[in-house]
């Protein structure tokens, strides 16, 4: 499907990032792919290989500006200035979520700031500067925010809340100035992903709140299925600008997760009601009922 394509992803040491690394692999791109520990990209790498396609991995520090312009210039240079697709995913707060759950905003020391924002949010618009400087010049290309609701209500805590609403912003944005230069830029929200980190922290705090939110969990290559249907997508134009969710593209594209399965859709009210405990009323509800987008968005402190 990607055959001839390039691609950056960010942060795919492990998690979604690693997740989507591999299916745009296996999907025929040249993929680079980033992370600050050296044996993480090589192992990552091989699996790409293993799936039979190319990887080029990175040691990149997300924080360090220079580290940053680096990248984009090998690939400038190794690639003849060919760019087709950036996932900004790098993270690097999902411990300090853990770890200053339910805690208040004047509780943490102020520096959480910077840790769950220079690399999830600064570093995303620094890269996608860089990734628009190759893109532009050759009409198209594809730009994707790795997002999620906590853009939309309040989901652990303020800073990530904040991050989160710039991301989908900057996607917006960003894509009023790029569609003239027919270069999408997209936010995604996957749901609750199970990573690997996750997963250890679950087993520490298998009682904790933030526990609950990752019992029906999406695997970490689906987002990446995502993405490649996305890039394959003649009418990509017609998304961009836009918040998508991993589920609805799924239902759109016909693509089910690498287990067989279909993750609980955030806009479907049977699987709302799941998750929120009413499994007995769950079974009555049609499957086909879902919450209209601008029912979603009425919810919100914008309107």
């Known amino acids: 499907m990607l055959s001839g394509k390039v691609a950056v992803v960010t942060g795919a040491t492990r998690g979604i990032g690693k997740g989507i690394a591999l299916q745009l692999g296996e999907a025929g791109a040249t993929v680079y792919i980033t992370g600050r520990k050296g044996t993480s990209l090589i192992e990552c ?41 950036l996932v900004n995913n790098a993270y690097k707060a999902v411990t300090g979520i853990f770890e200053s759950e339910k805690k208040s905003f004047w509780e943490q020391d102020p520096g959480f700031w910077d840790e769950v924002n220079n690399v999830g949010l600064r570093n995303h618009y620094i890269c996608s500067v860089y990734a628009a400087r190759l893109m532009v010049p050759q009409k198209k290309g594809l730009i994707v925010n790795i997002s999620s609701p906590g853009g939309l209500q309040y989901v652990f805590n303020v800073a990530y809340g904040i991050g989160k609403t710039a991301c989908d912003r900057m996607a917006a944005d960003c894509a009023h100035e790029l569609r003239k230069h027919n270069v999408a830029f997209i936010s995604l929200w996957p749901g609750a992903v199970k990573t690997e980190l ?31 249907h996305l890039a394959s997508d003649p ?42 405990g009413f499994t007995g009323l769950a079974a009555w509800t049609p499957a086909f009922l879902k919450l209209p987008g601008w029912l979603i968005a009425a919810t919100t402190h914008k309107f």
């Open 198 to 228: 996750v997963t250890d922290l679950l087993t520490e705090r298998p009682e904790s709140e933030t526990a609950k939110m990752f019992a029906n969990t999406e695997t970490v290559e689906f987002s990446g299925k995502s993405i490649v």
């Open 45 to 85: 790498a091989e699996e790409i290989e293993k799936r039979g396609g190319k990887c080029i991995p990175v040691q990149c520090d997300h924080e360090k500006d220079d580290n940053i312009k680096a990248l984009f210039d090998r690939i400038e240079r190794e690639q003849n200035g060919h760019l087709d697709i």
């Open 235 to 276: 009418n990509i134009m017609q998304k961009s600008g836009r918040i998508l969710f991993t589920c609805l593209l799924a239902e759109e594209y016909g693509f089910t997760d690498i287990d067989g399965k279909m993750p609980l859709n955030l806009r479907s009210v049977k699987d709302l009601m799941i998750i929120s």
